[in-house]
């Protein structure tokens, strides 16, 4: 089993920064791709960020030059720092790891998410 837990998610003015984490924890044997997605009221949950084991990164060009993406394998936790934040920016966020197992199976997880909200 692997458990996904968020934090970092909160109130943040327009123009603001929030950084989330994102760690991974329980049967791992290799962290594979790790991203963040989002969700905002009334609509569907879109991809903002992914990050391979190999580093290379993509984002959503709507955050592209705003966000950024890291991750730490040694802790199997992913960052995402959000500068310059946009009211457009308010959503529920989540994590997705991609994980393979100590058992060699492979599984995508997700976390519980965490909401972030940017005021004017």
């Known amino acids: 089993q692997v458990q996904v837990v968020e934090s970092g998610g909160g109130l943040v003015q327009a123009g603001g920064s929030v950084r989330l984490s994102c760690v991974a924890s329980?049967?791992?044997?290799?962290?594979?791709?790790m991203g963040w997605y989002r969700q905002a009221p009334g609509k569907q949950r879109e991809l903002v960020a992914r990050?391979?084991?190999?580093?290379?990164?993509y984002y959503t060009d709507s955050v592209k030059g705003r966000f950024t993406l890291s991750r730490d394998n040694a802790k199997n936790t992913v960052y995402l720092q959000m500068n310059s934040l946009k009211t457009e920016d308010t959503a529920v966020y989540y994590c997705s790891t991609a994980v393979l197992e100590t058992d060699r199976r492979s599984g995508d997880y997700w976390g519980q998410g965490t909401q972030v909200t940017v005021t004017t």
């Open positions: 329980g049967s791992i044997f290799r962290m594979n791709a």
């Open positions: 990050i391979t084991s190999a580093g290379t990164t």
